[in-house]
Nanobody, 121 residues
Framework: QVQLVESGGGLVQTGDSLRLSCAAS????????MGWFRQAPGKEREFVAR????????SYTDSVKGRFTISRDNAKNTLYLQMNSLKPEDTAVYYC??????????????WGPGTQVTVSS
C-alpha cells in the first residue's frame, strides 16, 4: 500500500505563501488519485483539493479556489499543494491521502502524519 509523508508546513503571516509536498512510496504513486485535507483545532477534517492520476483533473473546496493549486509530479512520486494569499482560517494540520476512486471523499486512505500550517494575523 502507498505510504505518504507530508512536508513544507510552517509559520507564516497573512498573505504569505507555502508549498506543501507529499512524498509517496510503496505502491505505484501513479496508480492513485490524490487529495489534500486539513483539520483545524476543534474542527472536523475538511476536504481541500483533489487531483486525478494524470494531473489533468482537479477540484477544490470553495474557500481555497483561486488561492491554492494542487499538482503532482508522477516521475518524483510527489504531490504538491501551492498555497498563496494565506489567511488565518487556513491554519490547520494538512494531510495528503490516496484513493483509487473519485466520486466519494470517504474512499481516501493511506493518510500521512500531516504537516502544520499556521497563519498569523
Amino acid at each position: 500500500q502507498v505510504q505518504l509523508v507530508e512536508s513544507g508546513g510552517g509559520l507564516v503571516q497573512t498573505g504569505d505563501s507555502l508549498r506543501l509536498s507529499c512524498a509517496a512510496s510503496g505502491r505505484a504513486f501513479i496508480g492513485y488519485n490524490m487529495g489534500w485535507f486539513r483539520q483545524a483545532p476543534g474542527k472536523e477534517r475538511e476536504f481541500v483539493a483533489r487531483i486525478n492520476w494524470s494531473g489533468g483533473i482537479t477540484s477544490y473546496t470553495d474557500s481555497v479556489k483561486g488561492r491554492f493549486t494542487i499538482s503532482r509530479d508522477n516521475a518524483k512520486n510527489t504531490l504538491y499543494l501551492q498555497m498563496n494569499s494565506l489567511k488565518p482560517e487556513d491554519t490547520a494540520v494538512y494531510y495528503c491521502a490516496a484513493t483509487t476512486g473519485w466520486d466519494s471523499l470517504d474512499d481516501f486512505h493511506s493518510w500521512g502524519p500531516g504537516t502544520q500550517v499556521t497563519v498569523s494575523s
